[in-house]
């Protein structure tokens, strides 16, 4: 089975720009979650969404959004990009039926803002 | 306010070695307690989890220790291997294993041969 899959792998963007990240979850989890991870640190939460409705935000600027699409796959957005926002992307999913299976992460976007 | 802090920042070990890796938190609300493995270029992954009715629970080499009073847990990794060179993060959640983690700051684990 594949796991968590995400898009690019790695992407270059000037300050002031936008991007888009994708991600795909495994197969059957309906709940996809976003962290940022800056270099040397632990994750933090971004979103999570669950079952296209977003389910909680993290203390992040309006400039970042995100959405769960029908087949669960998501996209998260992030305008007028700031130095500060290089960081690793990653994606998690879980089946969220209350079993407590808990998250499964992908390797990630490394966003670079020059 | 760092509500889950980690400890040490880095951890040296002798193969075949106990390492032991600790974090704090805060909010009692919290009911699920993770621990993830990171290897550079990729993603974090699960190792073990516990909830705060347990104070103990062994998957393998891998055991987390719970003190609810206290609000600490710890990771024990016995018969440390190289291979176990990583980034570990605990990590917490109210919600249980499907709510928002928060992560610690991380310990880079190295096992020498």
């Known amino acids: 089975d594949a796991g968590v899959t995400q898009s690019p792998t790695h992407l270059i963007k000037t300050r002031g720009q936008h991007v888009t990240l994708r991600c795909s979850p495994i197969?059957?989890?309906?709940?996809v979650s976003w962290y940022q991870q800056v270099l040397g640190q632990g994750p933090q939460f971004i979103f999570q969404y669950y079952e296209k409705e977003e389910r909680g935000r993290g203390n992040f600027p309006d400039r970042f959004s995100a959405r769960q699409f029908p087949n669960y796959s998501s996209e998260l957005n992030v305008n007028a990009l700031l130095l500060g926002d290089s960081a690793l992307y990653l994606c998690?999913?879980?089946?969220?039926?209350?079993?407590?299976?808990?998250?499964?992460f992908g390797s990630g976007t490394r966003l670079t803002v020059v | 306010q760092q509500q889950v802090k980690q400890s040490p920042q880095s951890l040296i070990v002798q193969k075949g070695g106990i390492s032991i890796i600790n974090c704090a938190y805060e909010n009692t609300a919290f009911d699920y307690f993770p621990w993830y493995q990171q290897f550079p270029g990729k993603g974090p992954a699960l190792l073990i989890a516990i909830r705060p009715d347990v104070s103990e629970k062994k998957e393998g080499r891998f055991t987390i220790s719970f003190n609810k009073s206290a609000k600490q847990f710890s990771l024990h990794i016995m018969d440390s291997q190289p291979g176990d060179s990583a980034t570990y993060f605990c990590?917490?959640?109210?919600?249980?294993?499907?709510?928002?983690?928060?992560f610690g700051k991380g310990t880079k684990l190295s096992v020498k041969p």
């Open positions: 990590a917490a959640s109210k919600g249980g294993s499907q709510g928002n983690l928060i």
């Open positions: 197969s059957g989890h309906k709940s």
């Open positions: 998690a999913s879980s089946f969220s039926s209350g079993l407590g299976s808990g998250y499964t």
